[in-house]
């Protein structure tokens, strides 16, 4: 789930001409308000694509593994991309009633 900012701003990015993909920060929370940061877990400081046009006739190279593949083809980053600062914030380690607060209304 994107921060509230991704409203306004996502138009901005999937309508733009100039980059193939963006890469987010990826914040793993605890609940609605916490996430993790210490010194064994800071996967928020690295930005990761998860948003991609998709170009017709390019020729997208997937991961051949017998477990996780990846979410996008390997090759993505072979494009031009950018940055964004809209943070992606993930629940998974949260406990099932903050998931359900956290996304009612969605």
Known sequence: MFEDKVVEEM????NQTEFEYYAFRL????????YR???FWQAHKIYRPFLVCHIPGYVYKWLEA???CGRFP???T?????????????FGWANS??????TKGI
């Open 66 to 68: 017998p477990q996780y």
């Open 74 to 76: 390997c090759n993505i």
């Open 37 to 39: 940061e210490d010194k």
């Open 97 to 102: 009633q903050d998931i359900e607060k956290s």
């Open 11 to 14: 138009p901005k990015l999937i």
């Open 27 to 34: 914040y793993d929370f605890w609940d609605e308000k916490h």
């Open 78 to 90: 072979e494009l031009k991309g950018a940055l964004s600062p809209l943070r992606v914030k993930y």
